[in-house]
């Protein structure tokens, strides 16, 4: 899809604006939209996302974050999920694990189901480099799969890393 404004560039921002239940989409290129002063958040911050889902699942619930008569304090901190739930952040690292039941299934559905940092790669990678990082991720898959006692997704995952030696 080309750019709405200069024709010439992929757009690759896409707006959607909803005003007087009347829908707009604008499709733009990075150049573009930086020209129009549209500033582009790639990232959102973790304790951000977290604090969204709980209060929307709490919503969905019908309840607070907390039931009221038992509210659930970090021995390390003192954190609470209804205090998180204002500050948008967790108080120590101890959180996770004290609150490992409401955070997981939070965490899991923002990332496709995995609960565990995998890494990022960058979009400009030199295929070398690539191709390394793809063997060292088929290697952990590997392994994964061996612990699980998956043999056959072990076996398939070797083959895979036999093909690029």
Avoid: W
């Avoid at 604006?17 to 829908?23: D, F, P, S």
């Avoid at 304090?73 to 500050?87: I, Q, S, V, Y």
């Avoid at 609960?115 to 480099?129: D, E, I, Q, V, Y």
């Amino acid at each position: 899809m080309l750019c709405q404004s200069c024709k010439q560039r992929t757009a690759t921002i896409h707006l959607t604006e909803i005003a007087n239940n009347q829908r707009t989409e604008t499709h733009l290129c990075q150049e573009c939209a930086q020209e129009q002063g549209l500033t582009v958040k790639t990232q959102v911050p973790l304790n951000d996302l977290l604090n969204t889902l709980l209060s929307a699942q709490a919503q969905a619930a019908g309840s607070e974050p907390e039931s009221p008569g038992r509210e659930h304090a970090c021995p390390e901190c003192g954190m609470t999920l209804k205090r998180f739930a204002k500050e948008s952040l967790l108080g120590c690292p101890q959180d996770y694990k004290e609150f490992h039941d409401e955070l997981m299934p939070l965490i899991e559905k923002n990332q496709n189901g995995k609960s565990t940092h995998a890494g990022k790669l960058p979009s400009h990678m030199p295929p070398m480099n690539r191709r390394e990082s793809e063997l060292i991720s088929l290697q952990r898959k590997l392994e994964q799969a061996i612990r699980n006692e998956d043999y056959e997704t072990a076996a398939a995952l070797r083959d895979q890393i036999r093909a690029y030696s």
